[in-house]
């Protein structure tokens, strides 16, 4: 059973770049998660994906976008890329419980970004 | 808004010893979930254990225990009988217990070394 899986794994790119990242849930999971970290901090919510739609979003500007396709696999995107976007980016997916309310995210190996 | 605080940016432990890891949050909520996760050197977050608020009984999995302290608003994590493989990032995260509500708030890590 594969687990949560990102593609590239590495990325280098220049200010007022744009770039697009990857993720496949873990089999049977339906929401994803999208977490930016920077060096030496804990992750930081960007957004979460559930039916294609976005379903919540953290404190990120409209430059990350993201999309959510009908396998559940998800992209994050980001315009104009600014130095202080370098950092490991953490796709997390999860099973809603609609009973329970509740999910556990299970997390993907990231993608870290550079950007000169 | 809910904020993790992890007071000890470095630990260190003896193999086969036993270790705490600290973890105070902040929040009104009274329904929510603490997490800790471990993040190795391959960048992979991996779930350790989980305490659900509503539950008095504090969660054990193998050698990784919680204290949880819902007054104190504290979540330690103690691993016992240490391993090598134990080194790595510990973070504690939060999220609350609303449906709507599906950002993970995380601490900004503890780094574990294993002594042999």
């Known amino acids: 059973d594969a687990g949560v899986t990102q593609s590239p794994t590495h990325l280098i790119k220049t200010r007022g770049q744009q770039v697009t990242l990857r993720c496949s849930p873990k089999?049977?999971?339906?929401?994803v998660s999208w977490y930016q970290q920077a060096l030496g901090q804990g992750p930081q919510f960007i957004f979460q994906?559930?039916?294609?739609?976005?379903?919540q979003r953290g404190n990120f500007p409209d430059r990350f976008s993201g999309h959510q396709y009908p396998n559940y696999s998800s992209e994050l995107n980001v315009n104009a890329l600014l130095l202080g976007d370098s950092a490991l980016y953490l796709c997390?997916?999860?099973?809603?419980?609609?009973?329970?309310?509740?999910?556990?995210?299970?997390f993907g190996p990231g993608t870290r970004l550079l950007v000169l | 808004a809910q904020t993790v605080t992890q007071s000890q940016p470095e630990m260190s432990v003896q193999e086969a010893e036993t270790v705490t890891l600290s973890c105070t949050y902040d929040?009104?909520?009274?329904?929510?979930?603490l997490f800790w996760y471990k993040q190795p050197p391959s960048r992979q977050m991996i779930l350790v254990i989980r305490?659900?608020?509503?539950?008095?009984q504090n969660a054990t999995e193998n050698r990784f225990s919680v204290n949880f302290q819902k007054a104190a608003k504290s979540f330690s994590l103690k691993i016992s009988d240490s391993q090598l493989g134990d080194a790595a990032m510990y973070f504690c995260?939060?999220?609350?217990?609303?449906?709507?509500?599906?950002?993970?708030?995380f601490g900004a890590g503890t780094r574990l070394t294993v002594k042999p």
């Open positions: 305490q659900e608020a509503y539950k008095q």
């Open positions: 997390a997916s999860s099973l809603w419980d609609r009973g329970r309310g509740r999910a556990t995210q299970y």
């Open positions: 994906y559930y039916e294609e739609e976005e379903r």
């Open positions: 089999s049977g999971h339906d929401t």
């Open positions: 929040t009104s909520e009274s329904d929510y979930y």
């Open positions: 995260a939060y999220r609350s217990g609303g449906l709507n509500n599906n950002d993970m708030r």
